[in-house]
């Protein structure tokens, strides 16, 4: 069974932190490269950042390098996304993605993810 569900979404303030959780079926997270991804409105999508969840190996968008943490649970096929200092720019939708294996050059390809949860909004005010 293919399923990915985010939640954590919210309205903060400028600066304040947020942690999104994107809970796999056991299936989907046997993909072993699980994404997030935002599209803010009138905007592409774009890779947030990624994880390797066979190694731990994580990548980053440069927007949101040393503000944002990617990790994972693997005994509870969640991975999380920790977002701290969010500023204004970072609202949007956010979305969860799994694919097979993590690369560096091409880890925020968004078609190169097979799964998609239906996403978890996140809105920051300054």
């Known amino acids: 069974q293919v399923q990915l569900v985010e939640s954590g979404g919210g309205s903060v303030q400028a600066g304040g932190s947020l942690r999104l959780a994107c809970a796999a079926s056991?299936?989907?997270?046997?993909?072993?490269?699980m994404g997030w991804f935002r599209q803010a409105p009138g905007k592409e999508r774009e890779g947030v950042a990624a994880?390797?969840?066979?190694?731990?190996?994580?990548y980053y968008a440069d927007s949101v390098k040393g503000r944002f943490t990617i990790s994972q649970d693997n005994a509870k096929n969640t991975v999380y996304l920790r977002m701290n200092s969010l500023k204004p720019e970072d609202t949007g939708m956010y979305y969860c993605?799994?694919?097979?294996?993590?690369?560096?050059?091409?880890?925020?390809?968004?078609?190169?993810?097979?799964?998609w949860g239906q996403g978890t909004q996140v809105t920051v005010s300054s």
């Open positions: 993605a799994a694919r097979f294996d993590c690369y560096s050059e091409s880890w925020s390809w968004g078609y190169e993810y097979n799964y």
């Open positions: 056991k299936y989907t997270y046997s993909r072993n490269c």
């Open positions: 994880i390797y969840t066979g190694g731990g190996t994580t």
